[in-house]
């Protein structure tokens, strides 16, 4: 069963360690190799808020290809759960917005070589109706339009801040947001005009906000790096999950929700 851990505290079970059958690079997919028998493994995986919908996803093929082992998601944002892992929190993969997030923990030398897997594009979210009849990024500068930006620390934040100085523009937010789905519920329940998320979010959002492409989020487009965890308990389980990530099934299901090859 896959669920969304609510602190970083909550103590996690490790199981006792499996021996997984490793992932094939040929024509075999990582979620269709099942677990060649032993003791139950859970895999502790942290990452980007913005990930939530196909890590599920990907969470649940894993969990079917791995008889025995239970995938556990804490999503967020990145910032917070760089700074999270670097206090001690338990975990054995690391899925970060951005470089510098993850630079945060390979700094403090608790995870492995991080590899790219994914980029992500902002887009104006506004609601269905776009009341303000927001239609570019200057639009957002308007007087009367009300913006909600994700924080400068976050990485949704510092692709927002990249945008819009590329623009020359001044926006000034009603309100800034921990993380990309925080500020995507604020255009969804209507409180304001208009929000810079990702695209993929947009998308996720089956049609309750509207999204608008812009030419400086060319700009600022995000990386996301993963990575093992230097002590993750799950060991050989949480290097198949990343393989997962890394493979054409896992690019599959994360291109279909609107994320972009590196």
Not at 67 to 91: D, E, H, I, K, W
Not at 208 to 219: L, N, Y
């Amino acid at each position: 069963m896959v669920f969304r851990l609510s602190r970083w505290a909550v103590a996690l079970p490790v199981a006792l360690a499996l021996g997984l059958s490793g992932c094939g690079s040929g024509a075999t997919s990582p979620a269709s190799e099942a677990a060649s028998g032993g003791d139950a493994k859970e895999v502790t995986v942290f990452a980007a808020a913005s990930l939530t919908g196909t890590f599920t996803e990907l969470g649940k093929a894993f969990e079917a290809a791995h008889p025995g082992t239970t995938v556990r998601f804490n999503f967020g944002s990145s910032a917070t759960l760089a700074q999270q892992l670097v206090q001690g929190a338990p975990a054995d993969v690391f899925a970060a917005a951005s470089p510098a997030t993850m630079k945060t923990v390979t700094d403090a030398a608790l995870a492995g070589a991080p590899v790219t897997f994914v980029r992500n594009k902002l887009r104006i979210a506004v609601p269905a109706d776009n009341p303000a009849q927001v239609d570019e990024l200057k639009d957002l500068a308007g007087p009367e339009v009300k913006v909600a930006l994700c924080a400068e620390q976050v990485p949704c934040g510092a692709a927002a801040v990249k945008a819009l100085a590329a623009a020359g523009l001044k926006v000034t937010p009603v309100t800034l947001e921990q993380d990309v789905k925080a500020t995507l519920t604020k255009v969804r329940l209507g409180e304001v005009d208009a929000a810079l998320v990702y695209a993929t979010d947009v998308i996720a959002s089956d049609g309750k906000v509207t999204g608008i492409e812009f030419p400086e989020a060319d700009q600022a487009i995000n990386d996301y790096p993963i990575a093992t965890l230097a002590k993750a308990p799950a060991g050989e389980a949480a290097r198949q999950f990343v393989d997962l990530m890394l493979s054409r099934q896992g690019r599959d299901v994360l291109t279909e929700a609107g994320f972009e090859a590196p």
